[in-house]
């Protein structure tokens, strides 16, 4: 299997990226289990810290450019973990590159799916932020969205997008709705792409995802099969 890890760079990525190359394997749509050739570390900058094994293969690209996914997420492509992602607090503060990157990029990272020969197998880490304000004691499917921050909004509205491009079979995906990540973990200097990169600016907060709060230990999940 062939499988691309978006927002690699940041911590929950490269944990996942080790535990895959650690478990060696994954199920397909099919339910067979096969070896996992090549995982594709995708992030606005080359993920490093991790072990040297030929099966990992790194490439620094912006999700907000639709040609530079389509080229990471390419024929080859078995499975995604979309991680990439502004977090929330500088998904409020600036608003346009939120939506860029949280909507739009998940969009990209759909599109290029459904380009794919065969239905990719996805997982999209969306947030309990898609709840907003205080959360009940349990939470299951009939538990109303109702987000209060534009990164809920954008969490929300890629869960929508799953669902509906995994009802029309262009991909077999899931959600799961993480804990808030805190702010301060992958901050790097940003290039503005020609027409849809991060505005100028001194720095842009990564695309990677932050660590999860240790003291938050409610998740939930959408559609979890994978």
Same mark, same amino acid.
């Given at each position: 299997?062939?499988? *691309?890890?978006?927002?690699?760079?940041?911590?929950?990525?490269?944990?996942?990226?080790? @535990?895959?190359?650690?478990?060696?394997?994954?199920?397909?749509?099919?339910?067979?289990?096969?070896?996992?050739?090549?995982?594709?570390?995708? =992030?606005?900058?080359? @993920? =490093?810290?991790?072990?040297?094994?030929?099966?990992?293969?790194? +490439? @620094?690209?912006?999700?907000?450019?639709?040609?530079? &996914?389509?080229?990471?997420?390419?024929?080859? %492509?078995?499975? +995604?973990?979309?991680?990439?992602?502004?977090?929330?607090?500088?998904?409020?503060?600036?608003? =346009?590159?939120?939506?860029? &990157?949280?909507?739009?990029?998940? #969009?990209?990272?759909?599109?290029?799916?459904?380009?794919?020969?065969?239905?990719?197998?996805? &997982?999209?880490?969306?947030?309990?932020? &898609?709840?907003?304000?205080?959360?009940?004691?349990?939470?299951?499917?009939? !538990?109303?969205?109702?987000?209060?921050?534009?990164?809920?909004?954008?969490?929300?509205?890629?869960?929508?997008?799953?669902?509906?491009?995994?009802?029309? /079979?262009? +991909?077999?995906? #899931?959600?799961? #709705?993480?804990?808030?990540?805190?702010?301060? *973990?992958?901050? +790097?200097?940003?290039? @503005?792409?020609?027409?849809?990169?991060?505005?100028?600016?001194?720095?842009?907060?990564?695309?990677? %995802? /932050?660590?999860?709060?240790?003291?938050?230990?409610?998740? !939930?999940?959408?559609?979890?099969?994978?």
């Amino acid at each position: 299997m062939r499988i *691309v890890i978006t927002g690699a760079a940041g911590f929950i990525g490269k944990k996942l990226a080790r @535990a895959l190359l650690a478990r060696g394997t994954l199920m397909d749509r099919r339910g067979t289990v096969q070896p996992i050739r090549e995982i594709t570390l995708f =992030d606005v900058v080359e @993920a =490093d810290g991790l072990p040297d094994d030929p099966r990992l293969d790194t +490439v @620094a690209a912006d999700i907000t450019d639709p040609a530079a &996914v389509r080229r990471v997420i390419g024929s080859r %492509t078995n499975g +995604v973990f979309h991680l990439a992602a502004i977090v929330s607090a500088n998904a409020e503060e600036d608003f =346009d590159l939120g939506y860029r &990157v949280n909507l739009d990029g998940t #969009r990209h990272v759909l599109e290029a799916c459904r380009a794919l020969p065969q239905p990719a197998q996805l &997982v999209f880490a969306s947030s309990v932020a &898609v709840y907003g304000g205080e959360m009940p004691a349990v939470l299951d499917d009939a !538990t109303i969205l109702t987000p209060q921050t534009s990164y809920g909004a954008q969490k929300a509205a890629g869960e929508l997008l799953v669902n509906d491009y995994s009802r029309k /079979g262009f +991909v077999d995906g #899931r959600a799961l #709705r993480l804990p808030t990540p805190q702010v301060g *973990v992958s901050v +790097v200097t940003a290039p @503005a792409g020609p027409a849809e990169g991060p505005p100028p600016g001194p720095t842009a907060v990564g695309q990677g %995802t /932050g660590t999860s709060s240790p003291d938050a230990s409610r998740s !939930t999940a959408s559609r979890i099969g994978w």
